[in-house]
């Protein structure tokens, strides 16, 4: 070993890399509302939508025997009532045409800006579908009063024939389906609070379980997600 030749130092080892600093999730701050004037009519339509169904319930006749027939009778004996009851559901599907595409004015950024088209447009699309459906009424009222009880359900039943069905059906799924991804899709916007989203799927289940007007009642609690959307409309600035 030369003595008088010195060792090179090591070359000092690389530094490692700095571990990447996690970049932190900024949320996307929401613009204010800021609604054109037919969403602020349209916001009055959500309000208006569940009280008119409420009323609508609240005024139809108590079905006292099941089956068409039943319905019928039931129409037939008070048609005054039953009348205030048909008008009232038509006209509470109609506000809610006008409500249901009005929740557009309530997106102020990305949240929603695809969920709440798609359930605004099937809502208001079904809520056209049911408003029509209810002219059956009127004829029904008249046919229990005029035509013998089994004609009546004769003539009920031959006028439905398969595209009813179908207008039938497609109407309840757009409208009461609607009304329920309606509300979910409002909270997702930010409209309304997740907590309350929920109740949008009970409006039109519980006066099935024959609640009576308590029912009723409860079932006009459980579009608060809609009325306060609606008011939402109406108080921006």
Aim: aromatic share 8%; with cysteine.
């Amino acid at each position: 070993m030369d003595l008088f030749t010195s060792t090179p130092a090591p070359a000092p080892a690389a530094a490692a890399p700095a571990a990447p600093v996690a970049k932190k999730k900024v949320r996307e701050p929401l613009a204010p509302v800021r609604p054109n004037r037919l969403q602020r009519i349209g916001g009055a339509g959500l309000i208006a939508a569940p009280l008119l169904f409420t009323v609508g319930f609240l005024t139809s006749p108590q079905q006292t025997s099941p089956g068409t027939a039943g319905y019928i009778e039931s129409l037939a004996a008070d048609p005054a009532l039953s009348l205030v009851s048909a008008n009232a559901l038509h006209y509470g599907w109609v506000a809610l045409v006008f409500g249901a595409l009005a929740t557009l004015g309530l997106l102020r950024g990305r949240r929603g800006r695809v969920f709440l088209p798609i359930a605004a447009v099937m809502t208001a699309f079904g809520a056209v579908q049911m408003s029509g459906l209810l002219l059956s009424d009127w004829f029904l009222v008249s046919a229990g009063n005029v035509l013998s009880i089994d004609n009546a359900v004769l003539m009920d039943t031959v006028a439905k024939e398969w595209s009813v069905a179908i207008w039938q059906f497609s109407g309840m799924i757009g409208g009461l389906v609607g009304i329920a991804l309606l509300s979910l899709a409002l909270a997702r916007a930010k409209a309304v609070s997740w907590w309350i989203a929920p109740l949008g799927f009970l409006p039109w289940i519980l006066p099935a379980f024959g609640l009576g007007p308590i029912g009723v009642i409860l079932a006009l609690v459980c579009y608060a997600p809609l009325m306060i959307a609606g008011a939402r409309l109406i108080a921006a600035r």
